[in-house]
């Protein structure tokens, strides 16, 4: 049940950013600026809307997993990325 919870939050909260995650990951693809730091993701989208700390970091993820972008962890503790590809097309 706790599962199935958490999925149906994760999925409200995926369609509400996805798309602003996309953004963010498309300017920096587009721009040539493919590492960043969380914290870079983060102050995107709260410009954008009011969310949760965590959940850019679960819909990056989930985007990841569905194939629409793919990145790679630089460095953990300082949370640095780099986006390897990205879907413009979306």
Known sequence: MQQQSQNVELS????SIKHLVFSFLKECWLSGQHVFVMRE???????????????PDRVLRQLRLNGDCDYKVLNRSMSTYEILGCRVDV
Do not use: C, Q, R, W
Request: charged fraction near 10%; glycine fraction near 6%.
């Open 12 to 15: 409200m909260v995926t369609t």
């Open 41 to 55: 993701l983060h102050d995107y989208i709260l410009n954008k809307a009011s969310i949760a700390p965590g959940s």
